[in-house]
């Protein structure tokens, strides 16, 4: 081997050998990509949805008790009174448990539009499902993510087509304010949320609030949630920081290819400069052609003679030459 050759690392013989069963991968059935190969995707996904349902109802239980009025769509429950206002303290100061419905999105966004944001996770989980299917299975950590936000998903998406309450909003915020609730006293579905953050948030918990409102109904604490939001959350987060720092190693090998291909192509055509030059003539430092020969018809080759070339002859002594004779 020459010493322009150099040997493949260990690295990189590994990464061409992760790349080749990616490839092989891709070629299976759909249902293999699915299942077969991603079964760890599959245990975090309905572990979370699992631990999401299985929470909701016990908070249900401990939490709420039944709401005495009926109003037009039924009945419904809401957080028990005789409870802490702040909620039951499970970690005192961090993290509490109290009853809440969501009718929207997170923060309360869309309440009202039950329907599309069903649709919606709907999409977003037909999303996840065609990435999980070309996702490689040996990116692990990818797919954990991605089990993380299909559990939550889920998890929401069911308490949004099977959790009915009532609405008991009388009033509701709009762009131009607050209106009254149309949807007052009727039945809808909402999202149940139990996990409290009874501290002050910086900059979120005193923005845009005036001194009234901070008087008469305190700062702003964040929006309670459940178990569902921590594992779209945590998903997202680590997806984002995934795709980050880890590279795409087709998008790497492309181009790690790509100088190699161009120095290639410039070589199989040489320009001008790059014209090899005749047998026995040298290029100088500067730039010149140096008529110099190196003389193989001698016992002392090696040494050069200057002068005309004859390539019809090889004479011990250059015609026309001016070099000492050998």
């Known amino acids: 081997m020459s010493e322009n050759q150099s040997t493949p690392s260990v690295a990189s013989t590994a990464k ?44 249900q239980a401990k939490l709420t008790v039944q709401d005495p009025t009926v109003y037009e769509g039924g009945t419904r429950v809401y957080y028990n009174p005789e409870l802490p206002e702040n909620g039951i303290e499970w970690m005192k100061g961090v993290l509490h448990f109290k009853w809440a419905e969501n009718f929207g999105a997170a923060f309360s966004i869309g309440s009202g539009n039950t329907l599309l ?110 178990v569902a939001d921590m594992g779209i959350v945590g998903g997202v987060c680590g997806l984002v920081a995934f795709f980050i720092f880890v590279p795409d190693p087709k998008r790497r090998r492309k181009e790690e290819a790509s100088p190699a291909k161009s120095g290639a192509n410039s070589g199989a055509n040489p320009g001008p400069s790059q014209q090899p030059m005749p047998s026995g003539i040298m290029s100088s430092a500067d730039g010149s052609t140096d008529m110099t020969l190196w003389s193989s018809g001698k016992p002392d080759k090696g040494k050069p003679t200057t002068g005309k070339v004859d390539t019809g002859t090889q004479n011990d002594e250059p015609r026309g030459g001016v070099g000492p004779k050998a």
């Open 16 to 59: 061409d050998a992760g790349l080749l069963a990616d490839e092989r991968e891709a070629q299976e059935p759909l249902v293999s990509r699915l299942f077969k190969r991603k079964v760890i995707f599959w245990i975090v996904a309905v572990f979370v949805l699992a631990l999401d349902l299985i929470s909701k109802e016990w908070a």
């Open 117 to 226: 944001l069903a649709f919606i996770s709907m999409g977003v989980l037909g999303i996840i499902f065609y990435y999980l299917a070309r996702m490689p299975s040996r990116r692990r950590f990818a797919i954990l993510c991605l089990a993380l936000v299909t559990g939550g998903a889920l998890g929401n998406l069911w308490d949004r087509l099977t959790y009915k309450t009532i609405d008991t909003q009388r009033f509701v915020e709009t762009s131009n304010g607050f209106e009254t609730n149309k949807r007052y006293g009727q039945q809808v579905t909402a999202v149940r949320d139990f996990l409290y953050w009874p501290f002050d948030i910086p900059i979120f918990s005193t923005w845009g609030l005036d001194e009234e409102h901070l008087q008469k109904y305190g700062t702003r604490k964040w929006p309670i949630f459940n």
